[in-house]
């Protein structure tokens, strides 16, 4: 079992900044990719960034040059820097990532979700 615990979330102007972090626990050998998700109300869950565990980013275009992704591999921890935040940036924030478990079993993703971080930008 891999459990994923979010945090950082709030309530913030437009043009603020906020970082999440999201910690996974586990039978967890090896993480591979670790990335951010966010739901907006109405609205299905989105992809935003992705690190790997070498250090490559990627991000969705809505949040390029304003997100920033990091990771500490040896907290196996996942971090979102987000700057000049958006009214659109407003959702619960979600983190997964694939691994590989003390069996040498591989997963695409932790099938459990964590309760995510809830951010709300006003205007």
């Known amino acids: 079992q891999v459990q994923l615990v979010e945090s950082g979330g709030g309530l913030v102007q437009a043009g603020g900044s906020l970082r999440l972090s999201c910690a996974a626990s586990?039978?967890?050998?090896?993480?591979?990719?670790m990335r951010w998700y966010r739901q907006a109300p109405g609205k299905q869950r989105e992809w935003v960034a992705a690190?790997?565990?070498?250090?490559?980013?990627n991000y969705a275009d809505s949040v390029k040059g304003r997100f920033t992704i990091s990771r500490d591999n040896a907290k196996n921890t996942v971090h979102l820097q987000m700057n000049s935040l958006k009214p659109e940036d407003t959702a619960v924030y979600y983190c997964?990532?694939?691994?590989?478990?003390?069996?040498?079993?591989?997963?695409?993703?932790?099938?459990?979700w964590g309760q995510g971080t809830q951010v709300t930008v006003s205007s």
């Open positions: 690190i790997t565990s070498g250090g490559s980013t």
């Open positions: 586990g039978s967890i050998f090896r993480i591979n990719a």
């Open positions: 997964n990532a694939d691994y590989t478990d003390y069996s040498g079993s591989y997963y695409p993703a932790v099938p459990s």
